[in-house]
């Protein structure tokens, strides 16, 4: 993410890449481009992060991803997107589960 959002989402991920619904994602932030998301791959095993990097790819302006090398649990996800979302100066920011 390259410039600053609006509302930055934090949307922390483990083992996500069967239920990622990357259309959504894409599909609202073609709805407000004033928000971002930043993903949290939490240390997944599987294709989660690959499937963040392709979305983070198709649009560096509305996507992110802080990638965590080991398994931390859902609480250290959101501490850590949520420390770096407070640093962009986005206007609000929050978080979001990847299921929607």
């Given at each position: 993410?390259?410039?600053t959002p609006r509302t930055l989402l934090v949307v922390p991920c483990y083992n996500e890449a069967d239920?990622?619904?990357?259309?959504?994602?894409?599909?609202?932030?073609?709805?407000?481009?004033?928000?971002?998301?930043?993903?949290?791959?939490?240390?997944?095993?599987?294709?989660?992060?690959?499937?963040?990097?392709?979305?983070?790819?198709?649009?560096?302006?509305?996507?992110?991803?802080?990638?965590?090398?080991?398994?931390?649990?859902?609480?250290?996800?959101?501490?850590?997107?949520?420390?770096?979302?407070?640093?962009?100066?986005?206007?609000?920011?929050?978080?979001?589960?990847?299921?929607?």
């Amino acid at each position: 993410m390259s410039s600053t959002p609006r509302t930055l989402l934090v949307v922390p991920c483990y083992n996500e890449a069967d239920r990622l619904d990357l259309p959504a994602f894409r599909a609202c932030v073609a709805r407000d481009p004033s928000v971002a998301f930043l993903f949290v791959n939490d240390g997944s095993s599987d294709a989660t992060l690959a499937r963040l990097r392709e979305l983070e790819a198709g649009n560096r302006e509305a996507f992110g991803v802080l990638d965590l090398a080991r398994n931390s649990g859902k609480a250290e996800a959101v501490r850590a997107g949520l420390g770096v979302a407070f640093k962009s100066n986005a206007d609000y920011v929050g978080y979001w589960d990847a299921d929607l």
